[in-house]
């Protein structure tokens, strides 16, 4: 049974930098969406950041475009996204997700994905 499994969350003041890893078990990396989502209290799920691995393109919600980089480590099976200049309204629940293999959707729509991580807790202090 496919797993993905989120690493790296933790806390840091506004402007600091936090990495967040997902490795995939028990299936592929390549030729399908990897994606990001977050969850701030109050508010519905979002994506934050998407790619289509072995192509390498890449998708970004406006609020964190410039700030946020995700990229693939084949080697490992894992995705990676690098947070710069976190702001306290980055905050929130991350989640890591991936879609069907081969299939081309919306990269940031939640409907996209079929394996998802249990979350992990990113917050920003002002």
């Known amino acids: 049974q496919e797993q993905v499994v989120e690493s790296g969350g933790g806390s840091v003041e506004a402007g600091g930098s936090l990495t967040l890893s997902c490795r995939v078990f028990?299936?592929?990396?390549?030729?399908?969406?990897m994606a990001w989502f977050r969850e701030a209290p109050g508010k519905e799920r979002e994506g934050v950041a998407g790619?289509?691995?072995?192509?390498?393109?890449?998708y970004y919600a406006d609020s964190v475009r410039g700030r946020f980089t995700t990229f693939e480590d084949k080697a490992k099976n894992t995705v990676s996204m690098q947070m710069n200049s976190l702001k306290p309204e980055d905050t929130g629940i991350y989640y890591c997700?991936?879609?069907?293999?081969?299939?081309?959707?919306?990269?940031?729509?939640?409907?996209?994905?079929?394996?998802w991580g249990q979350g992990i807790q990113v917050t920003v202090s002002s």
């Open positions: 997700a991936a879609g069907r293999q081969y299939t081309l959707l919306g990269a940031l729509e939640p409907g996209t994905y079929v394996t």
């Open positions: 028990g299936g592929s990396l390549s030729n399908r969406y």
């Open positions: 790619i289509y691995t072995g192509v390498g393109n890449s």
